[in-house]
């Protein structure tokens, strides 16, 4: 896999997740970026080089699915990976509109890889 210089972008409110799952990336070779909410991203500027946004589905404020509607609306098209510990959340058809996959909590480096590369198209 090509990644060198992909950024993917984990927002999670969880501080364990935003501190091993960049990590990860950074071994698969994405250049990774970490953010507690959804505003923090947003005032970042992140998005206009984000090639792919894990997001957790459950988060307060404004959760992944609101997140990703807020960036469609901007004009954003980054693919997605939605993330979620609670199965009820990844069931529901509104939140799987426009994402990638679904990964639920714990999930394995490979349901990850796989998830990555059918986000960016990657062999």
């Known amino acids: ?66 997140l990703h509607r807020e960036l469609v609306k901007r004009g954003y098209s980054i693919p997605t990976i939605f993330m979620s510990a609670h199965p009820e959340f990844a069931s529901q058809t509104d939140i799987r509109e426009g994402a990638v996959e679904c990964l639920m909590k714990p999930f394995s480096e490979t349901a990850l890889i796989d998830a990555l590369k059918r986000a960016l198209n990657l062999k």
């Open 1 to 66: 896999m090509k990644n060198a210089g992909i950024l993917v972008t984990v927002i999670d409110d969880d501080e364990s997740v935003r501190e091993s799952l960049p990590g990860l990336l950074n071994e698969f070779g994405f250049v990774a970026r970490a953010f507690a909410t959804a505003e923090e991203f947003l005032r970042s500027g992140v998005a206009e080089n984000a090639k792919c946004l894990i997001l957790d589905i459950s988060m307060p404020v404004m959760s992944g699915p609101e």
